[in-house]
């Protein structure tokens, strides 16, 4: 089995900055990928970004990129999501995602392929 717990949630005016921190525990894999997720109430969750282990590259949502950076901690065995610049638009449960093997960069963006998810952390955004 494997547990995935978010952290770093909370409440930032507009035009501010937000660090989320995701860790994962129990089974590991030789390939894996994770990925950054959003929702709204009443919304389909949505990727804002996602990364492979193979690779430090990571992918966004066209809504987010240039607002967001995914990157891994391996001192903490953690991924971050910072995000900039937020707007009120970016109020959301932010959710992390996880799956073994490496997705193509267009199933990266698909939530059904990710096996094991967090239980969310809340952003919101207002003044």
């Known amino acids: 089995q494997v547990q995935v717990e978010e952290s770093g949630g909370g409440l930032v005016q507009p035009g501010g900055s937000l660090r989320l921190s995701c860790v994962a525990s129990g089974r590991t894999f030789d390939t894996w990928t994770m990925a950054w997720l959003r929702q709204a109430p009443g919304k389909e969750r949505e990727v804002v970004g996602a990364?492979?282990?193979?690779?430090?590259?990571?992918y966004y949502t066209n809504s987010m990129k240039g607002r967001v950076t995914i990157s891994r901690d391996r001192a903490k065995k953690s991924w971050i999501l910072q995000m900039d610049r937020l707007e009120p638009e970016d109020t959301d449960v932010y959710y992390c995602?996880?799956?073994?093997?490496?997705?193509?960069?267009?199933?990266?963006?698909?939530?059904?392929?990710?096996?094991?998810w967090g239980q969310g952390t809340q952003v919101t955004v207002s003044s």
């Open positions: 995602a996880g799956r073994s093997g490496l997705l193509i960069v267009g199933s990266m963006f698909d939530p059904q392929h990710y096996d094991y």
């Open positions: 990364i492979r282990q193979s690779s430090s590259r990571a």
